[in-house]
């Protein structure tokens, strides 16, 4: 794990979607053709409502894997976490 010394961006990512399943499913889209990417750390994705962003819904679990970065299941999944 490479430790923060410096502050991290984040970048808000706006959309026209409507629903939180909707928004959800764009971000899993994203997360599976910019996997690879690994400046992104898809395990603290987030969404929120345009006008409500102080209320965040947290995509993925953020359980860390020893190795393997962090556990790509839903948030608040049953069972173990498992690798991405």
């Known amino acids: 794990m490479v ?11 706006p959309t026209t979607l409507h629903r939180v399943d909707d928004a959800a499913a764009l971000a899993m ?14 395990g603290e994705t987030t969404l929120s409502e345009e006008d ?3 209320l965040r819904t947290r995509v993925w679990c953020d359980t860390r894997l020893a190795g393997t970065g962090r556990c790509g299941r839903r948030a608040d ?4 976490c498992l690798a991405p």
């Open 3 to 13: 430790p923060v010394t410096d502050p991290h961006w984040i970048i808000h990512l």
């Open 77 to 80: 999944h049953d069972g173990q």
């Open 29 to 42: 889209a994203l997360r599976h053709s910019l996997g690879h990417v690994l400046a992104i750390d898809f």
């Open 52 to 54: 409500r962003q102080f």
